[in-house]
């Protein structure tokens, strides 16, 4: 059974720092594609991060390039995303999914960031940017 287990969340002023983990059990690691994504109140849920060992490709959503880095390790099963500089518009649920395969692009669109190919979820984790 597919299981991602996120943590990290918590409560940070803006222009502060936090780092999230997915921790992901019950299938091959190295063989799948794990993202991040966000909700934020009364807003659907966004990509914010893709990344896929098979092929080391790594994906940004624009609103993080710069800010937000992940990582994966491999030997821990788990995904880490270090967010900097937070802003009070990144208060949101962190969610962690995962899906066989890369990272997907279709036709040049980043289809990971609508959850193309992400067939399992974490229940997340919140991250609250106080002003």
């Known amino acids: 059974e597919v299981q991602l287990v996120e943590s990290g969340g918590g409560l940070v002023k803006a222009g502060g720092f936090l780092r999230l983990s997915c921790a992901a059990s019950?299938?091959?690691?190295?063989?799948?594609?794990i993202g991040w994504y966000r909700q934020a109140p009364g807003k659907a849920r966004e990509g914010v991060s893709c990344i896929s060992s098979s092929d080391d490709n790594i994906y940004y959503a624009d609103f993080v390039k710069g800010r937000f880095t992940i990582s994966s390790d491999n030997a821990m099963n788990t995904v880490y995303l270090q967010m900097n500089n937070l802003k009070p518009e990144d208060t949101a649920v962190y969610y962690c999914a995962a899906g066989p395969g890369t990272c997907p692009v279709v036709d040049g669109t980043d289809a990971w960031a609508y959850y193309y190919g992400m067939s399992s979820w974490g229940k997340g984790t919140l991250v609250t940017v106080s002003s």
């Open positions: 019950g299938f091959t690691f190295d063989d799948y594609a």
